[in-house]
């Protein structure tokens, strides 16, 4: 969508909304997690690639699971509430308009290297990273923030099958810009802006 109008908040006068800090296109974590699984099916990756669940007998390791650890609003912009990004007109309503707010958010994600192969779970841990590393810049041109390393936990040892699986924790961040978009009719704005105006400022 193109922008029709420029405001304080655009981001090409407003510092806030570094160019450094913005991506072609927002998208949501599980966006991203759709691009992911995509390139690492495209890169011919072993390890099946899913959600967390319970371990069952029919599953085909190696595999890596993903989950949310917690999800909140990033410090660093202190956007309480939505904030104000830019107003633009409605791509298929004529005399619409569509006010754009923001917020930045920091999602934890924990990442389960699974195998039945304790060797094979730590090297498949490098693998994840340097992949993620790889495909940095991709991920951020279509819609990722940031993403950062977080921290690997204590390896686990999960006796809940007929043979031992070793589970890798690995935990990172992203920041993901989430819009809101809300439809505002021309008409209405300037019925309301007239309804504003007393009589003294109208000379009559």
């Known amino acids: 969508m193109i922008k ?3 405001t304080s908040s655009d981001p090409v006068i407003d510092p806030y909304l570094d160019n450094r800090l913005r991506s072609d296109k927002p998208i949501t974590f599980l966006g991203f997690i759709d691009e992911f699984k995509k390139l690492w099916s495209l890169a011919g990756k072993e ?3 899913i959600r967390q669940q319970p371990f069952h007998q029919d ?7 993903y989950h949310t650890l917690r999800r909140m609003v990033n410090r ?3 956007e309480i509430k939505p ?17 754009l707010k923001g917020q930045i958010f920091d999602v934890w994600v924990q990442f389960d290297v699974c195998s039945t192969s304790a060797d094979e779970a730590d ?4 693998e994840l990273d340097d992949f993620i ?72």
Do not use: C, W
């Open 4 to 6: 029709e109008t420029y």
């Open 47 to 49: 390890a099946e690639f």
């Open 59 to 65: 599953m085909n390791f190696p595999i890596i699971t």
């Open 76 to 78: 660093d912009f202190k």
């Open 83 to 99: 904030r104000y990004r830019t107003t633009i007109r409605h791509p298929y309503i004529p005399d619409e308009y569509v006010e």
């Open 123 to 126: 090297l498949l841990v490098e």
């Open 133 to 204: 590393q790889t495909y940095r810049g991709y991920f951020k041109k279509n819609g990722v923030q940031e993403i950062t390393f977080f921290a690997q936990e204590t390896d686990i040892v999960d006796n809940s099958l007929r043979f031992p699986i070793a589970v890798r924790p690995v935990q990172y961040t992203f920041r993901f810009e989430k819009i809101t978009p809300i439809f505002l009719n021309q008409i209405e704005q300037i019925v309301a802006q007239a309804t504003a105006v007393k009589p003294q400022e109208l000379n009559v």
